[in-house]
């Protein structure tokens, strides 16, 4: 799925140099290297800001905090998601709320999101699942209309694009991942938060470095949540790859999407816009998923499942208000849902072989 023993001698080698760079510095936390990373971030996304965290869960949960929402308010968010995207609505104090998913995209649906708004509905926190960003012009109004904020959970979905508007951008604020396996991923944790809101900039610089203003001064209860310099340094060198690196995901997905000729399994609907997606993940639906990933992993293509329980089967999760019309597309998606190797350092040969394999599965 992820073979990055396979990435290039240069993208190796200027790594590398980069943290050899950072280890002479002798500055190792909140330096040049994290504002450059950041300044990078933000010029990519075009939004004003990019604040750097220590991972993709305390960004959403510093631009929840950000934004005041804490202990009483409901976050209304999808029962198909990362448990991180929950969690980070927990650690809030604030209550999240799971509505179900488009069986088409696995992406949050929003009559579902509208039976869950109550008075207590302080936000909607969208979740770019897989990478894919699509009807914005949707989530904005519902968003305007009810007086609700909306946050993007765009761990997924680094360089995808919406009319030409970054993910992330649409909302009060973004929040990012680069865990070793995202698009964009650095060498341990690291997240960041974009916003186009000075308010939420400047608040969420105080809560990633333990609520402090001004050195000794600490007016609000923060984190401990910083980007490192070795893993802002590593991301600089990264970044300059991620355009190719998106590109080259984007070409598998459409070979997998051009090429599967099996009736017994379903990709997710194809975007008719490349941009909108990221192919974080490319991910298929079939009734048939132990027997179809038993057969390609005896066929030497493993797979992984995004995600094979929904959130409100997790135990912590057990009493958590749902869409009262139910979970059902979501329960159904845990069910039948894989994910293939779409994976930038896969040569056309391997990406032709998953689908021969793909192609000659019977049951
Ligand atoms: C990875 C991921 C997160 C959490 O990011 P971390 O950096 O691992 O904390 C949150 N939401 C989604 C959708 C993710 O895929």
Redesign the pocket.
Known sequence: MNDFKKESDDLRSKTLLAMQRVSESGYYLLGPELELFERNWAEKCNVGDAIGV???????EIALRSLDIGPGDEVITTSM?????VL?IYRSGAIPVLADIVPETGLICIDSVRRCLSKNTKAILL???YGYVTKMNDWCSLSISEGIHLIE????AHLSTYRGKSAGSFGAAG?Y???P??NLGAFG???ALITNDNNIAKFSRRLRNYGQSERYHHPILGLNSRLDEIQAAILNVRLTYLESFTWRRREIAKLYNKHFENELLFPLEEPADPKSHSY?LYVINTNYRDLLASFLDRNGIQTFM?YPLPISAQRPCQNIVNDPAGLPNATHHAETCLSLPCHPTMSDAEVFKVIEVINKFRV
């Open positions: 220590a991972n993709g869960m305390d960004a959403i998601t990362a448990f991180a995207t980070a979740v770019h699942l959970d765009c761990a997924q929040a991942s680069f865990y396996t995202k944790d690291a997240g974080h995004h």
